[in-house]
């Protein structure tokens, strides 16, 4: 062919750096093949796919092995370098003060709306109860199985509220004994007046039926959290005209007692769910019982003062329920008292006292019937009875 007159000398191109040492001492060592066979294929800078392929505008032949670098980079990124992770600044050592920084206006929480015992008393329950077809009257109540049917009923439509956080005011109402009794909406047959800070003047006609008079604000506030003694009591001014034995049918009553809300307005403290009461009539005690009660005091008299407290105090062991007594007294001496948890029959209707145990806020509650006059007191000052609070 005529392309073989110009055929290349033998051997490497000037330069080539061969991979024996012997052979770049100019000694000789064994032929390099350039990636082919046949005349043509030592031709290696033909073949710009080949690892030994020179670059002629460089000037400078390449080896076929890397040579370590002489200066290698620093750890970490190149500066300026911004990861997604947050690197500590040189003043974290220095924590910003506790708090929230200066002009910065906490966002409050709203106060509660004022207290209203009776704001989840549906108006169906202070209309008239319905006639009884028969006469099922009571020596210590008056009140029949129609409007013990429709209380139960009631009770179970209207769940017991949970306790509700009380604002500062309603607190220092309750620790000075500034609280008053309110009676349902639209009653009737009742004069209720305030007679000075804690005391509370209650006036019914002969025609007042059984009803419930509750304090205005709890006087067990449960979200307090501490254990603690509630009580007050009632200054008898006259009842009715009460017979000289407690087997005589009783025209007029007064039952003092405590209840956790809401509770039927025409109903008396202890007849039914997380309530208790002490009855004038007859000096029974009632806890959830709308039947005979049990023997506990002698009847309420003109001029008598009674009172009633609950003494809240920590469970015996850890999980338990708080320790809870309840006390009676009279006149300024302590009359008669039980334990909540108490024993009792398990034949017994009613008598549970959830709702009582300082889970729930407590109400005072006052119950009358026919002609009564008295007053209640809730400022310890005015108390004939002093009980450790």
């Known amino acids: 062919m005529s392309g073989e007159k110009y055929a290349p000398p033998p051997g490497p191109p000037p330069g080539y750096a061969a991979r024996n040492p012997a052979a770049a001492q100019g000694q000789t060592g064994p032929h390099v093949s350039w990636g082919g066979q ?3 294929s030592e031709i290696g800078s033909n073949n710009p796919f ?5 670059n002629a505008s460089q000037g400078q032949p390449q080896s076929n092995y890397d040579a370590p670098p002489e200066y290698e980079a620093p750890p970490g990124p190149p500066p300026g370098h911004h990861s997604d992770e947050k690197r500590p600044l040189p003043n974290d050592d220095y924590a910003p003060p506790p708090g929230p920084p200066p002009q910065h206006q906490a966002v409050s929480e709203p106060e509660p709306p004022p207290y209203d015992p009776w704001m989840a008393i549906p108006d169906n329950a202070l209309l008239p109860p319905p006639p009884s077809i028969h006469e099922e009257r009571s020596p210590a109540s008056n009140a029949s199985w129609d409007d013990a049917a429709r209380a139960r009923d009631w009770c179970q439509r209207n769940p017991l509220w949970q306790p509700r956080r009380q604002n500062q005011q309603t607190l ?9 009794l309110t009676m349902p909406p639209n009653t009737k047959n009742i004069q209720i007046t305030q007679s000075g800070v804690g005391r509370t003047r209650v006036r019914s006609s002969p025609k007042c039926t059984d009803t419930i008079l509750l304090s205005d604000v709890p006087m067990y506030p449960a979200t307090t959290g501490r254990p603690r003694t509630v009580y007050f009591e009632i200054h008898v001014l006259s009842m009715g005209g009460h017979g000289s034995s407690r087997n005589e049918e009783a025209d007029a ?6 209840c956790a809300p809401p509770y039927p307005s025409w109903r008396q403290p202890g007849w039914h769910r997380a309530s208790l009461g002490v009855h004038g009539d007859d000096g029974r005690r009632f806890v959830e019982d709308s039947f005979g009660g049990q023997d506990f005091v002698g009847a309420f008299r003109k001029h ?4 009633i407290g609950m003494a809240f105090s920590p469970p015996s062991y850890v999980g338990g ?3 809870v007594d309840v006390f009676f007294t009279r006149n300024g001496k302590r009359e008669s008292g039980w334990n909540l948890h108490e024993e009792r029959d398990k034949e017994q209707d009613g008598g549970n006292v959830f709702g009582l145990e300082g889970d729930h806020d407590l109400l005072g509650a006052v119950g009358c019937f026919g002609g009564v006059e008295f ?3 809730c400022r310890r000052q005015d108390w004939m009875f002093q009980p450790p609070l």
């Open 304 to 307: 008598d003062t009674v009172g």
């Open 50 to 54: 080949h690892s030994t392929h020179m």
């Open 375 to 377: 007053e209640v007191l």
């Open 38 to 40: 046949g005349r043509g």
């Open 321 to 323: 329920k708080n320790n």
């Open 172 to 180: 220092s109402r309750i620790a000075s004994g500034d609280v008053h």
């Open 253 to 258: 009553s007064i039952a003092i007692g405590f």
